[in-house]
T-cell receptor, first 113, second 114 residues
Framework: AQSVAQPEDQVNVAEGNPLTVKCTYS??????LFWYVQYPNRGLQFLLK??????LVKGSYGFEAEFNKSQTSFHLKKPSALVSDSALYFC???????????FGKGTRLHILP | ETGVTQTPRHLVMGMTNKKSLKCEQH?????MYWYKQSAKKPLELMFV???????ENNSVPSRFSPECPNSSHLFLHLHTLQPEDSALYLC?????????????FGSGTQLSVL
């Protein structure tokens, strides 16, 4: 069965510092991986996805994620955090066309001014 | 805005009430979804519709009844809910139901069951 784990409930980063939000997954076969962000009182917004190809995926708002097959990870990164990046971040995985997309429980990111 | 509109934004209902949540998408998508979001839990997929046909029903209690009259509208009819059903209910749409399709979410309906 496929699953996705976000080991941190909350991550605190000082403004201007690099940030990482962790995600690991478990699927049989090649995964389709996604990151979504949820700002207060809003629905989720798509940030980026990995399907195949280059392991470093670039997305919206300066975010990127690195696919690491050996570690089964898909960590979200940004070189320099902004206060406006404070939000709830969800990692998601889908194993193939017939599987449903599975979301993690989310990681709350706090960027401290 | 994402092009997916949900109403109402907030709903308080008693356990014996009947109410409906509405979702409308203006993106020309063919697939629509209902998700349940509870604090510190993964998003739970409830229902998936593709071209107005239900393609997935994730063992959701019968007190939740979806309806998709056309590809732009999706409803979730609620009756005799329980307090544990209190949550944020999110609607989403995508171009089609595919492995790499990105989802567009509405802002959700915050439901409180008393």
């Amino acid at each position: 069965a496929q699953s996705v784990a976000q080991p941190e409930d909350q991550v605190n980063v000082a403004e201007g510092n690099p940030l990482t939000v962790k995600c690991t997954y478990s699927v049989s076969g090649n995964p389709y991986l996604f990151w979504y962000v949820q700002y207060p009182n809003r629905g989720l917004q798509f940030l980026l996805k990995y399907i195949t190809g280059d392991n470093l995926v670039k997305g919206s708002y300066g975010f990127e994620a690195e696919f690491n097959k050996s570690q089964t990870s898909f960590h979200l990164k940004k070189p320099s955090a902004l206060v406006s990046d404070s939000a709830l971040y969800f990692c998601a995985v889908r194993a193939n066309r017939d599987d449903k997309i599975i979301f993690g429980k989310g990681t709350r990111l706090h960027i401290l001014p | 805005e994402t092009g997916v509109t949900q109403t109402p934004r907030h709903l308080v209902m008693g356990m014996t009430n009947k109410k409906s949540l509405k979702c409308e998408q203006h993106l020309g998508h063919n697939a629509m979804y209902w998700y349940k979001q509870s604090a510190k839990k993964p998003l739970e997929l409830m229902f998936v519709y593709s071209l107005e046909e239900r393609v997935e029903n994730n063992s959701v209690p019968s007190r939740f009844s979806p309806e998709c009259p056309n590809s732009s509208h999706l409803f979730l009819h609620l009756h005799t809910l329980q307090p544990e059903d209190s949550a944020l209910y999110l609607c989403a749409s995508s171009q089609e139901v595919g492995p790499n399709e990105k989802l567009f979410f509405g802002s959700g309906t915050q439901l409180s069951v008393l």
